[in-house]
């Protein structure tokens, strides 16, 4: 199916509230998803038989921020974060790319990391997927089984992929 | 096959057995590099895997938002190491992608030999370092002589043996090399004069069709040897929907019988190197290969193997077919690219087929040089993502035959 059919067969299912947009112009065409909904979206793209998309290839967490004041007047985005779901289906041969968009910080409280429901429930892979999103990005996955950080140790401070990230001095007195 | 007992927790009359936390690795030597797992056993028994890692993580990710494309390259290298040609390849058609740009056929062509020939390398690799998990040294020291030989021919064709940064955006560095000494390796292997010159692609052929013949002796030393059998055969079972669940991709996908390879069903960027060549997507039950043992079941760890021992002989037909057309092909063998080329504000996600999987670049552009995010999908830490259910029940000298089916690089996984 091509992007256009699957923005209207989901859609027609969830109304234009939760399917936000369609950039079919993009080098790989996306869909926007409402984040309060995006296990029912993802759920119904995975049993829907037109749809199948039973594989779930990658899920990226981007931190949409330019931290150079001098480079931010060119920077074409605002500043948020995004979660990113690229699917494909095994049986069809067809993938799409689901977006999330969030807040860098939940209520605008810097430290406090935003909320997006868990998919670790639609497909497995999910799980690790999440961890490291949470590990790197700093994104909350509501619902998830086992949230923990799994690259870096478990007392590590921050998030090493957010823009404005600074890298400690040292850990357990070794020097950087 | 693994043992069945009437109660799994009595070993001997009333003897019972406690329950008992194992640390395996970080330095044990057949979690293939620096994995550690933490195992729950009672007695031989193991009930719960817990894989921990990032002991290599080296911020690939982070280095990649503050470095532009071909300064980037050479830690794909370093992600999956035993397959850096393919790696290369991967994030190259990803940049390109993005940035539109076309590449010649010739280009084309070279990549396509260049990168099966490290697909013959690196599942050599798999193959032995597998041997060697389950105790059998010498098929190890067998595909590290002829992995070698990869490597002599890989270093005439851009002087590294390891980390080549060969394969780069627009094409690669270098055309293939003309005349060249012959690798000393295939001088001794071959009986032939070791001062002897010849085409580079000349000794490519002489080493596969030397390599063809060995492969049958591998099936004696190693696959179809009843200990190895019998410690692969009905093991670690996956099923296809299973596989696909966990994400997992290349041969462990096909060893569960589902037929997908991104050669084939991949982007039309990448498939398009392929376009006019003959090659099967190899996939269990093998249908219509001979002797294959009574013990193994679709999915088990036999057929993951066996998948990466019958895809070394379909990457040498390719490299074979790749040689046969490259005195033919037309264009360079690269287009060049700048360093300042600005990358567009769109974004790309592009996967590959390396050998342990499907290999995903995420790339987003944001007007300037250096991408906004530079994410290298692992297809090893999905593989991985599966050791858990796949052991559950299992004795405990049966968890490096399972890991090792997986045929993991740790350097990829934790990027």
Partial sequence: MTPQEIFTSLTDKFGSDTILALNAEACDPWIEVAPASIVEVSAFLKAEESLKFDMLCDLSGVDYLEPDAKRAKKFPYEPHLEVVYHLLSV?????????VKLPRWKNDEEGSLPDVPSVAHVWKIADWHEREAFDLVGINFIGHPNLLRILCPDDWEGHGLRKDYEFPLEYHGVRG | MATQLEDQRVIEFDVRTDEMLINMGPQHPSTHGVLRLLLRTDGEIVYEVTPHLGYLHRCAEKIGENLNGPQW???????????????????????????????????????????????????????????????????????????????????????????????????????????????????????????????????????????????????????????????????????????????????????????????????????????????????????????????????????????????????????????????????????????????????????????????????????????????????????????????????????????????????????
């Fill in chain 1, 91 to 99: 049986s069809i041969k067809h993938k799409i790319t689901i977006k």
């Fill in chain 2, 73 to 415: 390259l050479p830690y794909t290298d370093r992600m999956d190491y035993l397959a850096a040609m393919n790696m290369n390849l991967g994030m190259s058609l990803t940049y390109e992608k993005l940035i539109g740009m076309e590449v010649p056929e010739k280009a084309m062509n070279v990549r396509l030999i260049i990168a099966e020939l490290g697909r013959v390398a690196s599942h050599l690799v798999g193959m032995g370092a597998y041997g060697l998990d389950l105790g059998s040294f010498s098929p190890f020291l067998y595909a590290f002589r002829e992995r070698e030989i990869i490597l002599d021919l890989f270093e005439e064709a851009c002087g590294a043996r390891l980390t080549y940064s060969y394969l780069t955006i627009g094409g690669a560095t270098h055309d293939l090399p003309g005349m060249i000494e012959i690798p000393p390796g295939l001088a001794a292997l071959t009986g032939n004069d070791p001062r002897m010159k010849m085409q580079w692609t000349d000794a490519v052929l002489m080493f596969l069709d030397w390599l063809e013949k060995r492969i049958r002796e591998y099936h004696i030393l190693l696959t179809r040897n009843s200990i190895f059998v019998k410690r692969t055969a009905a093991l670690g079972v996956m099923s296809g929907e299973m596989a696909i669940d966990y994400g997992c991709t290349g041969p462990v996908l096909r060893g569960s019988g589902v037929d997908f390879d991104l050669r084939r069903d991949g982007d039309p960027i990448y498939t398009r190197m392929y376009e006019g060549y003959d090659f099967d997507v190899i996939s269990a039950p093998f249908e219509g290969v001979a002797g294959i043992p009574r013990d193994v079941i679709l999915g088990d760890n036999w057929c993951r193997f066996f998948v990466r021992m019958l895809e070394v002989i379909e990457a040498i037909k390719l490299v074979r077919q790749g040689i046969e057309k490259y005195p033919t092909t037309e264009g360079d063998f690269r287009v060049p690219y700048k360093m300042t080329t600005k990358l567009p504000a769109d974004e790309v996600y592009l996967e590959t087929e390396c050998p342990r999987g499907q290999m995903g670049f995420y790339i987003v552009g944001d007007g300037q040089a250096e991408p906004m995010r530079a994410r290298a999908k692992s297809s090893c830490f999905c593989n991985l993502s599966i050791t858990g259910p796949l052991c559950e029940g299992v004795l405990l000298g049966d968890v490096p035959s399972i890991v090792g089916s997986l045929d993991i690089v740790m350097g990829e996984i934790d990027r």
